[in-house]
Structure formats: structure tokens, C-alpha cells
């Protein structure tokens, strides 16, 4: 079983930048593609980044590329967002989630492991 942990978000104004936390345990999480999702209200899910087991592999939404940096430490079992130059429509809560068969995919559906999720909230 995998437990996953989400810690950063808040409250920051357009510009500024966050760097979420995404804290594991259980399984063998260095073995897992770990991702980050994020759903605003009345909306679906949607995907922002992904990272391989071995940091090879990184995807980003269009939204985010340029400005957000996911990275991993397998030794403290924890995945990184790094958030910059956060625009009001980055407004969400993000999840992180992880792909046990170490995939690299946008669909939700391929992660079975997912977060409560943290507030990130960018004022204009």
C-alpha cells in the first residue's frame, strides 16, 4: 500500500512561486513514475507534470512548461514541484499521484495511488 502526502500550497500573489511537496511511504516508490495533477472547481482533473523512476523522463502540460519544475529524491521518497512565475489560473488543488508499474502518462487513470491534495491559491 502507498500513502501519499501533499504539503506547500497557499496563498500567492501572480508571479510569485511555491514549491509543493509530495511525501511517500509503503511500496517501492523509487520504482514509481510519481505525478502531478491539479483541479480547479467545476473542472476535471487535469494533467501538470510526470517524472520517471530515474528523473530520465519529464513531461509537462503546455500550461505549466516553462515554469514549473518537477523533480524527485528517491532517497527521502519525495517529489517536487517547483511553481514560478504562478498565474491566477494555476489556481487548484494538486494532487500527486503514482503510476506503481512506472509508466509515463497524462491519463489519471493510469496512476493508482493518489494524495488528499493541497490548496494553491494565486491572486491577481
Known amino acids: 500500500q502507498v500513502q501519499l502526502v501533499e504539503s506547500g500550497g497557499g496563498l500567492v500573489q501572480a508571479g510569485g512561486s511555491l514549491r509543493l511537496s509530495c511525501a511517500a511511504s509503503?511500496?517501492?516508490?523509487?520504482?514509481?513514475?510519481m505525478g502531478w495533477f491539479r483541479q480547479a472547481p467545476g473542472k476535471e482533473r487535469d494533467f501538470v507534470a510526470a517524472?520517471?523512476?530515474?528523473?530520465?523522463?519529464?513531461d509537462y502540460s503546455d500550461a505549466v512548461k516553462g515554469r514549473f519544475t518537477i523533480s524527485r529524491d528517491n532517497a527521502k521518497k519525495t517529489v517536487y514541484l517547483q511553481m514560478n512565475s504562478l498565474k491566477p489560473e494555476d489556481t487548484a488543488v494538486y494532487f500527486c499521484a503514482a503510476d506503481i508499474l512506472g509508466r509515463m502518462s497524462r491519463r489519471p487513470t493510469a496512476y493508482g495511488y493518489w494524495g488528499q491534495g493541497t490548496q494553491v491559491t494565486v491572486s491577481s
Open positions: 509503503g511500496g517501492t516508490f523509487g520504482t514509481y513514475t
Open positions: 517524472i520517471t523512476w530515474r528523473s530520465a523522463g519529464r
